[in-house]
């Protein structure tokens, strides 16, 4: 019941006793596991929580409403520090980037430092000329977009992101096709991430793959090259609504009966670090959502000397068993 659960939307304060729910580190442990970073290989970048969408499943309870975007100076800070570390990998999300002014910059400024630049679009936050030109920029630079596309049956997925999501994604999806995105032999990059609905988990990531890329084509005559498939993470405005609904403690049980102790090696947090749109440093996004600075303490990018070595602790909370479920999210 929703006043047996803490009203913290953080999920960081323990449940009460009697719940049911095991602290994820007790987890860990009865597995002979413990979480500890490896090298460092992969730098995200969150630019704020500004989003043209309200998604319940949204962890960062991002929105139209939101106030918080990475400034220019925190833009130059971040490239500076990608500069001076390289990185493997840079992925750029949000909230939604495309609204945040000065992503063209940041594109431009990341691009030349690490071989993998990602951008995660919600393929519906900008439209007309500004797509146009975001387009063109993420060709020149080859960067790879991830899009948000939850599921291929339109009244599935606009029930979760708003009526005529759907119809608007496909037709822009339609016009990335077009530009090479997705196409065998063009060597751009557009992969597709699929959240379930509400409390369900996630299908195995093959098979999801499998009715996607068969579902696409057939419907709309669409490609890409890669789908992922996450469970939802029961922080911010999921969390949220979960306590609305008194669905929290069966979904908490749900995500532990699903733990997948193989999927602890491959966690991401165990190798990447995520910035906030004001430049501080974070485990992961989750930790971000959560308020949850790496190493105990809120460090800036312009302050960091060294990168975490491998072995150093990571913060962890109960939204942790989302990332363990099934296939588990890395
Ligand atoms: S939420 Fe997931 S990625 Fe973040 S610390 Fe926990 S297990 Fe790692």
Not at 111 to 127: F, G
Not at 193 to 200: A, D, F
Not at 268 to 274: A, F, G, Q, V
Request: charged share 20%; hydrophobic share 40%; net charge neutral.
């Amino acid at each position: 019941m929703a006043d047996t659960i803490n009203k913290k939307c953080d999920g960081t304060t323990p449940l009460r006793q009697g719940d049911g729910v095991a602290p994820f580190a007790d987890t860990l442990a009865r597995h002979g596991l413990s979480l500890a970073r490896d090298r460092v290989h992969t730098l995200q970048v969150n630019t704020g929580y500004l989003c043209n969408l309200r998604c319940r499943h949204c962890h960062l309870e991002a929105g139209p409403g939101r106030k918080e975007v990475m400034s220019r100076e925190t833009m130059e800070a971040v490239v500076s520090f990608a500069r001076r570390f390289p990185f493997q990998a840079v992925d750029v999300t949000g909230g939604a980037p495309e609204l945040v002014p000065g992503l063209p910059f940041l594109v431009d400024g990341l691009a030349p430092l690490a071989p993998r630049l990602i951008l995660r679009t919600n393929l519906s936050a900008v439209s007309g000329a500004a797509w146009e030109s975001l387009l063109g920029l993420c060709v020149a630079h080859r960067v790879v977009l991830v899009a948000s596309f939850p599921s291929t049956n339109p009244s599935q997925a606009d029930a979760l992101r708003g009526a005529g999501a759907t119809e608007a994604a496909i037709a822009v999806l339609k016009k990335l096709n077009a530009a090479g995105y997705g196409v065998a032999g063009t060597g751009l990059e557009l992969d597709l991430v699929s959240n379930p609905v509400g409390t369900l988990l996630p299908v195995s990531r093959e098979s999801a793959e499998r009715k996607f890329r068969h579902d696409l084509l057939r419907k709309w005559g669409i490609v890409f090259n890669h789908l992922h498939t996450f469970a939802n993470v029961p922080l911010g405005r999921f969390r949220a609504w979960l306590q609305r609904t008194e669905d929290y403690e069966r979904y908490m049980k749900t995500l532990t009966d699903a733990f997948n102790p193989s999927a602890v090696e491959g966690l991401m947090c165990r190798t990447l670090l995520s910035v906030s749109w004001d430049g501080f440093l974070y485990d992961c996004d989750f930790n971000l959502a959560a308020d949850r600075p790496a190493s105990g303490q809120k460090t800036h990018v312009s302050d960091v000397r060294d990168l975490p070595s491998p072995g150093s602790p990571i913060a962890i909370g109960e939204y942790c068993y989302a990332c363990t479920a099934g296939s588990g999210f890395t």
